[in-house]
């Protein structure tokens, strides 16, 4: 058997990033080699079946991609991938009133929206305005290369600045350059629950809403769900993975799985492939890479193992062991139930919209920044008092039929409680596993302050905590889908270094394409599109008529003025 193969391009890593790069490139007429060492490909995309007829998400649910230029550019269409829209979201801002009688839970009930949430709802996500601009925005903030380090820049040179002031200048001012989300929500909102509600969803979805400097960006967090609504991929977000490895493998490239990657092999001060572990189910056990490998796993991992120290100057390696991977974890529940949630007197409005995402309690910002101040500075388990239990229940299983196939039950999945990450809780990195018992009844008793049929209603209940992620997926760090923080010091062009913003790294021909990069998280196809245009500019990707870049990107050797097109 040969112990030898060679391809244009090897990628570490089948996750939604490493998949997406491989379908891009391989679109462009290259040869692709897909490494992954799990027997699935999709990461964070995984679906799983606890029980015969039941479909959960351990961690990705929502589509984070309505924005991206990859949906036309790859044609997912074509091969498998399908949108289960929620009912009644889309109509939100078409039916004022329905989204008052929606409104907010909070412990005295469901707060209706008022007009100047309403009004100023619909003005920061660009609807009815005469030039739209939310998926400009999204498009600015997280489907953008970074600019070049060394570049001098001004504001004006920031994409999403560009965007307000030629679509939204209604809503642009330099003080948005050091706001906050809340500061923002204090000028445009009206009800303190309907700001808590957002502020909650942008936090799960990036930026704090505490932290100055980042208004836009937490509230584009908030809009890469409006601009999709809240729904999820038909069959969940594995059918995205599916979806985008049949785009990857139409165009020829190849996938293998159970193979564990040991080495990025350096040859020379260059990248020249990889050398698989003595465990991979796969002969060849050296793969070369003509043009480039591309590591789709996160910078500790493919500096400080797959790389090593030899090839490496000292200070960097430092810096990178230095760099802040920790950020709140998602604890994940799954719930079976005899009947649907049956809502008390005070959220019986809530019944018109059963498959719709509900945050609980939203009395007062107070209560989100507590948790946050658990998870990301105490490092404690927050608050399981009902009625200070910080929960997101996304619902969308609700009416998605190929969830749950068995007659009679009802699936309330994944319903979210943000905790700290395992490795630094202070209890240690079980200490959340140990309190599984304790944290799944603290949430049944809070869900039933909204809905009191449901302890009476379970037929299952499953949780995985951020350790038991962690341990399923090893991308994902702190077993988080977003991993890293998003404050200034690791955004956009900080993000994870400098150096390394541009997808770049010390050693030639060796990419980043993993979400310790920017933009992070889920926004799917982000990083694979952002990377295209640094391998575009160094001549590895040819693409066809297909491709078009971001109207923000500057490319390395062209320092240029930014100009919004």
């Known amino acids: 058997m040969n112990k030898e193969e060679t391809y244009d391009i090897v990628i570490v890593g089948g996750g939604h990033n490493g998949i997406t790069a491989a379908a891009y490139l391989a679109k462009c007429g290259l040869s692709v080699c897909v490494l992954e060492e799990r027997p699935e490909i999709g990461g964070g995309q995984e679906n799983t079946e606890p029980m015969a007829g039941v479909r959960i998400d351990p961690h990705a649910t929502y589509l984070y991609a309505a924005a991206s230029p990859g949906f036309e550019q790859l044609e997912l269409w074509k091969y498998g991938f399908r949108m289960s829209w929620a009912s009644k979201i889309g109509t939100f801002f078409q039916d004022p009133d329905l989204g008052r009688r929606m409104g907010s839970a909070t412990t005295d009930g469901v707060v209706p929206l008022n007009d100047k949430d309403i009004v100023g709802w619909a003005a920061l996500m660009g609807v009815g305005t005469q030039y739209p601009f939310l998926k400009d925005l999204l498009r600015a903030v997280y489907w953008c290369p970074p600019h070049p380090v060394d570049m001098e820049q001004t504001a004006n040179d920031i994409p999403w600045v560009q965007v307000l002031k030629q679509k939204a200048p209604e809503l642009w001012s330099e003080s948005l350059l050091e706001a906050t989300l809340f500061d923002l929500f204090d000028e445009f909102l009206g009800t303190e629950a309907w700001k808590t509600y957002q ?68 040859r020379n001060g260059r ?31 493919t500096f400080l193992r797959l790389v090593g120290p030899q090839h490496m100057d000292v200070s960097f390696l430092q810096r990178v062991k230095d760099i802040s991977l920790k950020g709140g974890s998602i604890y994940v529940s799954h719930i079976l139930l005899k009947e649907p949630p049956r809502y008390g007197p005070k959220f019986a409005v809530r019944s018109e919209f059963p498959a719709s995402q509900m945050v609980y309690p939203c009395d007062s910002r107070q209560i989100l920044l507590d948790q946050i101040a658990d998870c990301d500075s105490r490092k404690v388990t927050p608050s399981l008092e009902p009625n200070n239990m910080l ?18 039950v009802f699936l309330e999945s994944p319903l979210y409680f943000m905790v700290p990450a395992p490795e630094y809780h202070v209890g240690g990195p079980e200490a959340v596993n140990n309190q599984k018992p304790e944290i799944n009844a603290a949430i049944i008793r809070s869900w039933s302050n909204v809905a009191p049929n449901v302890p009476d209603s379970i037929v299952a209940y499953w949780a995985n905590t951020p350790y038991d992620s962690e341990l399923r997926n090893a991308g994902l760090i702190a077993g988080n889908w977003y991993a890293t923080r998003h404050c200034q010091d690791q955004w956009w062009g900080q993000r994870p270094l400098p150096e390394l913003a541009r997808y770049r790294t010390p050693i030639d021909r060796l990419y980043l394409c993993h979400q310790t990069s920017h933009p992070g998280g889920l926004c799917l196809m982000a990083v694979p599109y952002n990377l295209m245009h640094i391998l575009i500019e160094d001549g590895i990707a040819e693409p066809g008529d297909w491709w078009y870049p971001s109207p923000w990107y500057i490319p390395e050797e062209k320092k240029r003025e930014v100009v919004y097109r």
């Not at 985008?244 to 080495?263: D, K, M, N």
């Open 391 to 408: 929960w997101v229940s996304c619902g969308s299983k609700l009416d998605e039929p190929t969830s749950c196939t068995i007659p009679g």
């Open 199 to 266: 502020a909650t969803v942008a936090w799960y979805s990036g930026a704090a809403p505490h932290w100055q400097g980042m208004a836009i960006p937490s509230l584009a967090g908030a809009g890469l769900l409006m601009i999709g609504g809240v729904s999820p991929p038909r069959g969940g977000m594995h059918q995205y993975a599916h979806a985008i490895v049949r785009c990857a493998i139409a165009h020829g490239a190849r996938v293998r799985t159970c193979c564990p990657v040991a080495e990025i092999i350096i």
């Open 271 to 301: 990248a020249a492939g990889v050398r698989l572990a003595d465990t991979a189910a796969w002969g060849e056990k050296t793969i070369w890479a003509d043009k480039a490998v591309l590591s789709a796993v996160d910078v500790k991992q």
